[in-house]
């Protein structure tokens, strides 16, 4: 993937949020899978956040067209055993009156906007512990089977025609 952007187009490392934790959290994934390859990508250069967030800018621009400042999207930074970089990207859900993701925060105790009610559905089934849960992975079998015991199907974006997520351009 061509990482070179004009300079008018190279993001700031604060508009992809939480980066360096999912850097982290990938780096933690790779060492109790042992996979080498993900920790040597991870590792390189001096500042892997920043081309990294190069490599997420050019994604979105190849994937989505045009950045639109105002649309907002979730990122999903994968890699297979080799080392190689996947990434997959679809639009932030919008959901009236609920803001999952603002772009910023009021000082504590000083927003005067309602708090909405978001439910929380607990699974009563059990998932059982193992390196695929303690890690965030593409293996989703137990959780696809944690959705289904409380009623939520995946199948009901794609039914409506809509794209949850794009994965290089796919």
Same mark, same amino acid.
């Given at each position: 993937?061509?990482?070179?952007?004009?300079?008018?187009?190279?993001?700031?490392?604060?508009?992809?949020?939480?980066?360096?934790?999912?850097? #982290?959290?990938?780096?933690?994934?790779?060492?109790?899978?042992?996979?080498?390859?993900?920790?040597?990508?991870?590792?390189?250069?001096?500042?892997?956040?920043?081309?990294?967030?190069?490599?997420?800018?050019?994604?979105?621009?190849?994937?989505?067209?045009?950045?639109?400042?105002?649309?907002?999207?979730?990122?999903?930074?994968?890699?297979?055993? #080799?080392?190689?970089?996947?990434?997959?990207?679809?639009?932030?859900?919008?959901?009236?009156?609920?803001?999952?993701?603002?772009?910023?925060?009021?000082?504590?105790?000083?927003?005067?906007?309602?708090?909405?009610?978001?439910?929380?559905?607990?699974?009563?089934?059990?998932?059982?512990?193992?390196?695929?849960?303690?890690?965030?992975?593409?293996?989703?079998?137990?959780?696809?089977?944690?959705?289904?015991?409380?009623?939520?199907? #995946?199948?009901?974006?794609?039914?409506?025609?809509?794209?949850?997520?794009?994965?290089?351009?796919?």
């Amino acid at each position: 993937m061509a990482t070179f952007l004009p300079p008018n187009l190279q993001p700031p490392l604060s508009h992809i949020h939480l980066l360096p934790y999912g850097i #982290d959290r990938l780096l933690a994934a790779a060492a109790a899978f042992n996979f080498p390859a993900v920790t040597a990508n991870l590792t390189q250069g001096r500042d892997r956040a920043t081309s990294l967030a190069r490599e997420i800018q050019t994604h979105i621009l190849q994937t989505h067209g045009e950045l639109n400042p105002v649309e907002r999207f979730i990122i999903r930074i994968s890699f297979r055993r #080799d080392g190689k970089l996947r990434l997959m990207s679809g639009p932030r859900p919008h959901v009236p009156g609920v803001e999952y993701y603002p772009t910023s925060l009021p000082p504590p105790g000083q927003s005067e906007d309602d708090v909405p009610v978001i439910p929380i559905h607990l699974d009563p089934g059990h998932v059982p512990s193992s390196l695929f849960t303690r890690h965030k992975t593409s293996h989703r079998a137990e959780y696809n089977a944690a959705r289904a015991r409380v009623g939520f199907d #995946d199948s009901v974006t794609f039914a409506q025609g809509r794209c949850c997520c794009r994965t290089n351009g796919e």
